[in-house]
């Protein structure tokens, strides 16, 4: 009565028989190139993680420096500080952006000065 082989039985044939002479070169070629793709692949998701923990130092930075600006000048008395307040920290969380952003906020129905844009008097 013959033997039946397995699936598991015919990898292990195919796998000697590319161990036979060019085969080993073949395999040894396989696996390197799997090798060199999972660490292509490890040093991508690094570099995005680093990418990633800046952007977040970043943040919060701005969000400290945002609600530093706000708790010491907040609460001084009169709206033209409470502007000035305002555009500062609209600055710091804005940087480059914020003169198109006040452009944007000024703008409306009739035109580029629509609406007004304080930047008030320091306290």
Avoid: F
């Amino acid at each position: 009565m013959p033997s039946m082989m397995t699936s598991s039985d015919k990898q292990t044939m195919e796998h000697k028989e590319a161990m036979d002479g060019n085969g080993l070169v073949i395999e040894c070629r396989r696996l390197n190139n799997i090798i060199k793709a999972k660490n292509e692949k490890i040093a991508t998701e690094q570099a995005a993680r680093e990418k990633l923990g800046l952007a977040y130092v970043k943040a919060n930075k701005l969000i400290l420096d945002s609600i530093t600006m706000i708790v010491e000048w907040g609460g001084v008395d009169g709206a033209h500080h409470k502007d000035w307040t305002l555009d500062q920290t609209l600055r710091i969380l804005a940087g480059d952006s914020y003169d198109a952003i006040v452009r944007k906020a000024m703008a409306g129905e009739d035109g580029s000065n629509t609406y007004s844009w304080e930047v008030g008097i320091a306290p």
